[in-house]
Every structure is written in structure tokens, then in C-alpha cells.
């Protein structure tokens, strides 16, 4: 029931971005979290708190993977399981940045099957369901059909730039962008926006679950910083770097790549 699992979601995720509007620019508490795993706030926490109870008591035999939660190894006995990131680009959220949003996906059997992201700030919401296309505001979008990398928008953090991540150390002729929130990146993408997003380093799911649907649905193609498939809902819930894009543009980052 994709197309259930995602207006259950949409729900879910205005109603996160209600709360999560409560605490914005009104300097709530922050704190860092162990292990250099960057910012928290008590918006975090409380936006959090709700989805899981919200979700949880709508799908009880969903699992649960947040970045706000102690991970549970039960997930990995369920056949769905909700992955979330409660406040996507939280270091944009306490700059008073208005471009942080609620990242929130349904993964079954390691794909992910319903996905929402939401910029509560703009009132922008992304959604999708497997074989049911990608939506903004209700209204079907497409990824870019720039059929090579010149000149292409590429969202991306400026260490992707580096010569050494590149084959012959040729760093593409393309024009790098950068958004804090991973999920608000894909969606760009999915929206045809911007033409390629590209992060290299282990990533957590909850950044880019939602978002992988959104880019696939739209008729773009992700995959993993080697051109491999993502999968979901795995025991250490990292994949090995993401490229999201139309499909010439993802194709010619792929075989540029290290």
C-alpha cells in the first residue's frame, strides 16, 4: 500500500513542521552529539517524539530507523520500517536558515516504497510512491533531461571538487551548488531544478531514503558513489555515498568518478 504509506507520511510531515516552526529562530536549545555526529536541538527531539509515536501507532508492525532514536536491531526483522531524519539540515535550522526540512520514507524489503520530504518554511512538499510518480504540492514534476555533465547545476559540498575523488584527476566542467539539507538537495533533482546532486561520503539512510524515491519516481536514476544500487534498512544503516540525477548526467558522473 505505497500510495497509503505516503499521504500517511504527508500527514505526518506537516504536522512535524508545525512543531518543528514553534522552536525556529527562537533559539532553542542545542547541544552536540557524541562521536562528531554534528548538532541536535530540542526541535529534534520533540519532532521526533511525535513521528514516532504518530507513525508507529498507524503502521504498529512498521520498524523504526531515526536519527533521533537509539537505533533497535528489531527493525531488521520487519518487513517494513519507517526511516526518518526528523530535521534534515539541523545546521541550517539553528543559522536561522529557512532551507531544513522533514526527510520521512517507507522501506520494504530493503527499497524504499513511500517517501515526503518537506520544507515546512516554504510550504513545499515532495512526495512519492512506488509506480506512482513524484509530486510537489500535489503536482507531478520530472528530473532534468541534460543529456551530459557541461555546464550542469550540481548540488554538492565543496570537498567533492577535490582532484583525488575524480579518474585522472580531472575535476568536471560542471557548476557545484550546495544545500544543507541532503533530503532538499534530492528533491531539487526530483523537481528538475537542478540537474545532478553527488555526495561521497557514508551516509546515513534517514539523509536520503525519501529522497532516493523522489529522484527514481521522477524518472531520474540514483545509485550508490560506484553506480551501485541503495539498499535500505541494512544492520550498519549507511550507503556508500550518493549520486542522484536525469540520466545523462548520472551516467557521466558515474564513469568520472573515483
Not at 535500505?232 to 568520472?256: E, S
Request: glycine share 10%; proline share 5%; with cysteine.
Amino acid at each position: 500500500m505505497p500510495g497509503a504509506d505516503r499521504d500517511l507520511l504527508a500527514d505526518a510531515a506537516r504536522a512535524a513542521g508545525e512543531i518543528a516552526k514553534g522552536f525556529f529562530r527562537r533559539d532553542p536549545k542545542q547541544w552536540d552529539k557524541s562521536g562528531g555526529q554534528g548538532p541536535v536541538t530540542e526541535a529534534d527531539l520533540a519532532v521526533d517524539e511525535m513521528l514516532k509515536a504518530r507513525l508507529r501507532d498507524a503502521r504498529p508492525g512498521y520498524g523504526w530507523l531515526s536519527e533521533e532514536t537509539p537505533d533497535a536491531t528489531d527493525r531488521l526483522e520487519t518487513d517494513e520500517v519507517f526511516v526518518v531524519d526528523p530535521i534534515d539540515g539541523t545546521r541550517a535550522f539553528i543559522e536561522g536558515n529557512p532551507t531544513w526540512s522533514h526527510s520521512l520514507a517507507v522501506v520494504t524489503g530493503g527499497r524504499v516504497t513511500a517517501a515526503v520530504v518537506y520544507l515546512p518554511m516554504h510550504d513545499r512538499l515532495y512526495a512519492a510512491a512506488e509506480g506512482a510518480g513524484c509530486t510537489l504540492n500535489g503536482e507531478p514534476v520530472r528530473a532534468s533531461h541534460r543529456g551530459a555533465l557541461a555546464g550542469a547545476e550540481v548540488l554538492a559540498a565543496r570537498p567533492v571538487m577535490e582532484p583525488h575523488n575524480w579518474r585522472d584527476a580531472a575535476v568536471p566542467d560542471f557548476k557545484p551548488q550546495f544545500r544543507s539539507s541532503l533530503a532538499y538537495r534530492m528533491a531539487l533533482v526530483a523537481e528538475g531544478r537542478k540537474d545532478a546532486m553527488l555526495t561521497l561520503r557514508a551516509t546515513w539512510e534517514w539523509d536520503v531514503a525519501a529522497g532516493a524515491l523522489l529522484v527514481a519516481e521522477a524518472g531520474g536514476q540514483v545509485s550508490d558513489r560506484k553506480g551501485g544500487r541503495l539498499a535500505f534498512n541494512n544492520r550498519h544503516p549507511q550507503v556508500n555515498g550518493v549520486v542522484a540525477g536525469g540520466a545523462g548526467v548520472h551516467a557521466d558522473l558515474v564513469a568520472r568518478l573515483l
